[in-house]
């Protein structure tokens, strides 16, 4: 079965500081795509990141980067230099290749403190 | 207006009453999508349109009935429903409907209330 697993229900940072974000998925696709969204109180979900299964290397989007460990099928999330505007809801998601499916996990709540 | 909307943003409805969500997505994109969002859980995808064409019914109880006619919206009408279906419905689109190469957009959402 496909899924994605976000073991952190909520993690505290201090502003300008680093914070990982843990992602593991289970999929038997070869080709897969893997995703990061942002959900902030209002409710839209806003994207972060995207990763393929065959991008040899690490995605990242200014302050977001992907730590894409195929083997151990893990696609943390880090987010450098913390703000206070980061503080929300964080869900990794997954798409196999043959499949108009995303599948989200349950979510990271994030809270950044001054 | 930019990106995807949803109208309207809160919704509160009876059991036995009728009621449409609205999607629009000013974007160009080509696939559209209907989430629901229940408290811890993760997002459930509903219904997928490629191209105003239905190709995914993820057993979707049928008091939820999408439709797309055109492009740019996609409705979602909702009649006896069960107070299990208050959520938040997330409409989404992409560029096309192959998931994993397209990000997808989202609207805010439509906070419904089953009474």
């Known amino acids: 079965a496909q899924k994605i697993t976000q073991t952190q229900p909520g993690m505290f940072v201090q502003e300008k500081e680093a914070v990982t974000l843990d992602c593991t998925y289970d999929?038997?696709?070869?080709?897969?795509?893997l995703f990061w969204y942002k959900q902030p109180s209002s409710g839209e979900m806003i994207f972060l990141i995207y990763q393929g299964s065959y991008d040899q290397q690490n995605a990242t989007e200014g302050r977001y980067s992907l730590n894409f460990q195929k083997a151990r099928k893990s696609a943390n999330l880090v987010i450098s230099a913390s703000q206070l505007g980061d503080s929300a809801m964080y869900f990794c998601a997954m798409s196999p290749y043959n499949t108009d499916k995303l599948i989200f996990g349950t979510g990271t709540r994030l809270q950044v403190f001054p | 207006e930019t990106g995807v909307t949803q109208t309207p943003r809160h919704l509160v409805m009876g059991m036995t009453n009728k009621k449409s969500l609205k999607c629009e997505q000013h974007l160009g994109h080509n696939a559209m999508y209907w989430y629901k969002q229940s408290a811890k859980k993760p997002l459930e995808l509903m219904f997928v349109y490629s191209l105003e064409e239905r190709v995914e019914n993820n057993s979707v109880p049928s008091r939820f009935s999408p439709e797309c006619p055109n492009s740019s919206h996609l409705f979602l009408h909702l009649h006896t429903l069960q107070p299990e279906d208050s959520a938040l419905y997330l409409c989404?689109?992409?560029?096309?409907?192959?998931?994993?190469?397209?990000?997808?957009?989202f609207g805010p959402g439509t906070r419904l209330t089953v009474l």
């Open positions: 999929t038997s696709d070869p080709s897969y795509g």
């Open positions: 989404a689109s992409s560029q096309d409907g192959r998931a994993a190469y397209n990000e997808q957009f």
